[in-house]
Structure formats: structure tokens, C-alpha cells
């Protein structure tokens, strides 16, 4: 029978371990791949209106700030351009991006987002008082006495925040607004990932495909040493 000190000592050693390892992953540096596509619906999709993700807290690739923090954009040498074409050259889908960066590992206190913004401008009005909506702000094409707040938005708009607790977690807040129906399509999904795999989230009108590379150091990905080489533009 194990004895109550030899259990203790256990629980503290297994604890010790844990936190070890947790500290080893935020020291880490990670590849984020993400390829974000239009499902091509043959049938009349109904989203319920129109939505404005709630953004905060987050950067835009190739800014000074996201440089500043080690979120560095990548283009060459990335696990999932295969994937993207197979995207391209289908009937069923259409290629919005293929994006990656660079960043740390961040616990969840100290996560950031990275802002998505896709497509041309689109123009829609808010209410005045957005406290009562934690994701998406109801909107409308048009200025109403309850939302008279103008903003622009994009075809897809949103982000995507990677976090390390335990393991490692993908934050997606997503909007794809299409202008010729008026509606917008919302994703919102937190994602328990494993370092090394596809993983693949969507709703019905559009998705990501994503994959998070550990990164022991500089050498396995090009360009990260130099950001604006190579630099995805940062979205207007």
C-alpha cells in the first residue's frame, strides 16, 4: 500500500512536470498555417442577417506592433500549400487565403489575436450600446434608429487567436457577409489542437483548414529572421 508521504512526493513530482512542460511550450515558437475558403453551395443558404465579429485585443500581420510581439508573417516553405490548390482547382470551393505566421507560445492570460480582414470594403450600421453582445454586433445594410453606428466590415472579417493552456487551443471568430444576399455566415469555435495535424472547421458557407508546426528554432521556417521579406500585407 503506498504510503500517504510517498503520494504526496508523486502528486508533486507529476505536478512539477506538468508545469515543466507548460513552460517549455510557451518558450517555444509556432508555425500557424491557415487556409480559409467559400464553400460554392448550389443551394440558397440562409445566415439570418447581418453580423459584425466582436474584435479585440488583436493585430494585424506585418504591423509594427505584431512584429514587436514576434508575430511575424511567413510565405515560403509552408505544410499546406498542396491543400490550397487542391482548394483552387476545385468546383465545390473558392480560395480566399492561404496565410501563415510566426508567433510564441502564450498562455491564456497573455494570448493574442490575430485580425483576419478578406475582401473589399462593406459598409453596415451597429447599435449605439454593443455591451450586450460578446461575439457578433447585429447589423443592417442600412442606417435605423437602433443602429445608427456606421462601420465598415469585410467579406470575411474576424480572428483567430492560438493559446496554450494544457494544450494547445484554437479561438476562431469568423464573419463571411455576403453582399448579394445580405447575410452573413458566423463562425465562432474554440478548438483543442495537436501540434503536427490538419484540422478542419467550418460552417456551412465557408472554413478553415489549419496546422500548427512547434518551431525548435529559426532554420525550419524561411524569411522569419527578416519580416518584411516575404511579408503578407497587412489587410486595409
Known amino acids: 500500500m503506498i504510503s500517504k508521504q510517498r503520494l504526496l512526493s508523486s502528486l508533486a513530482a507529476l505536478a512539477l512536470l506538468t508545469f515543466a512542460s507548460t513552460s517549455m511550450a510557451q518558450n517555444k515558437d509556432y508555425l500557424i498555417e491557415v487556409v480559409i475558403f467559400e464553400a460554392l453551395a448550389g443551394e440558397d443558404l440562409s445566415a439570418g442577417g447581418l453580423y459584425f465579429p466582436r474584435i479585440e485585443n488583436s493585430l494585424r500581420l506585418g504591423s ?6 514576434g508575430f511575424l508573417p511567413v510565405e515560403q ?3 499546406l500549400t498542396e491543400n490550397a490548390a487542391d482548394i483552387a482547382g476545385s468546383s465545390r470551393y473558392r480560395l480566399l487565403r492561404h496565410l501563415a505566421w510566426r508567433q510564441p507560445g502564450l498562455g491564456d492570460d497573455e494570448a ?8 473589399g470594403a462593406v459598409p453596415l450600421f451597429l ?3 454593443l455591451r450586450a453582445f460578446p461575439e457578433f ?10 443602429r ?28 463571411y457577409t455576403d453582399e448579394l444576399s445580405g447575410q452573413t455566415f458566423r463562425l465562432a469555435q474554440s478548438r483543442k489542437m495537436r501540434s503536427g ?15 500548427i508546426t512547434p ?18 500585407a497587412a489587410p486595409e
Open 197 to 211: 495535424e490538419l484540422h478542419y472547421i467550418d460552417n456551412p458557407r465557408f472554413g478553415i483548414l489549419t496546422k
Open 127 to 129: 447599435p449605439e450600446d
Open 137 to 146: 454586433y447585429p447589423a443592417s445594410a442600412n442606417p435605423t434608429p437602433d
Open 112 to 119: 493574442k489575436a490575430v485580425r483576419i480582414a478578406l475582401g
Open 64 to 69: 509594427e506592433e505584431a512584429v514587436a510581439q
Open 148 to 175: 445608427s453606428q456606421s462601420i465598415n466590415t469585410t467579406v470575411v472579417n474576424g480572428s483567430i487567436t492560438v493559446r496554450l493552456g494544457r494544450f494547445l487551443h484554437m479561438d476562431a471568430r469568423l464573419a
Open 77 to 79: 516553405n509552408l505544410q
Open 215 to 232: 518551431l525548435e528554432d529559426k532554420a525550419g521556417v524561411a524569411n522569419v529572421d527578416d519580416p518584411t521579406d516575404g511579408a503578407i
